[in-house]
């Protein structure tokens, strides 16, 4: 089955020790997200890309970085952890983007990160 | 971008038809409105998503009045393993991400 797969599903890390995150598709699809939700949160959207085309949501900290060699893979790269990062972190994908188009979004299973 | 307000928690029992409605009062013209389930360490999953009046699925139903300023999402015969967050989301024709409300927590008991 198509699928966006996420790894690892438990990250953990030490306060400030930068980490990155993975994230692969095999839909095919256009843009892919990333989201971070806290415990008993919604999901947070921090950025997306449209292809290549990045794209950073306005609150997003510094600290957070993404990259996306190819179609079907996307990493999120923390610069330096804080305590305050510790959450999930879902990657999803859409055909097309959601201005465009109301294609639904497919999300991976996410990575839970701790910080030590 | 359209600010959902959704009942934080509901409960019901197995074998029910459970309704949850969600308003979206400034719904842009070009949004769809989607719900997405969430189970405990899990993403968020797509359920249904529809424009306007109803649309039906294998899973739910989505109801949606003229004016489009709210939409019920109906879950027919629940069982235990409808226990979830339940977000429903304007989307398409705004901003490219999506903006989730705080969702309702569905609990279903035996």
């Known amino acids: 089955d198509a699928m966006v797969i996420q790894n690892p599903r438990y990250q953990v890390t030490q306060f400030g020790k930068p980490v990155t995150l993975s994230c692969s598709q095999t839909?095919?699809?256009?843009?892919m997200y990333w989201y971070q939700q806290k415990s008993s949160q919604a999901p947070k959207l921090l950025f997306h890309?449209?292809?290549?085309?990045?794209?950073n949501e306005a609150d997003t900290p510094d600290n957070f970085q993404s990259r996306r060699p190819n179609t079907s893979f996307c990493f999120l790269d923390i610069r330096s952890p804080g305590l305050g990062d510790a959450a999930m972190y879902l990657c999803?994908?859409?055909?097309?983007?959601?201005?465009?188009?109301?294609?639904?979004?497919?999300f991976g299973d996410g990575t839970r990160l701790s910080i030590l | 971008l359209a600010k959902t307000t959704q009942p934080i928690s509901m409960d019901s029992y197995e074998g029910q038809e459970v309704n949850i409605t969600c308003s979206h009062n400034?719904?842009?013209?070009?949004?769809?409105i989607t719900w997405y389930q969430q189970f405990p360490s899990q993403g968020p999953r797509f359920i249904i998503q529809?424009?306007?009046t109803k649309v039906t699925n294998e899973v739910a139903s989505l109801f949606i009045p003229a004016d489009r300023k709210s939409s019920t999402l109906s879950l027919p015969r629940v069982s235990l393993s409808d226990t979830a967050v339940y977000y429903c989301?304007?989307?398409?024709?705004?901003?490219?991400?999506?903006?989730f409300g705080k969702g309702t927590h569905l609990i279903i008991q035996p």
């Open positions: 999803a994908t859409s055909r097309d983007r959601g201005g465009q188009s109301n294609q639904p979004q497919h």
């Open positions: 839909l095919n699809h256009n843009v």
């Open positions: 890309y449209y292809d290549k085309d990045f794209n």
């Open positions: 400034n719904i842009a013209t070009n949004d769809y």
């Open positions: 529809g424009y306007k």
């Open positions: 989301l304007p989307s398409g024709g705004g901003a490219d991400g999506l903006t």
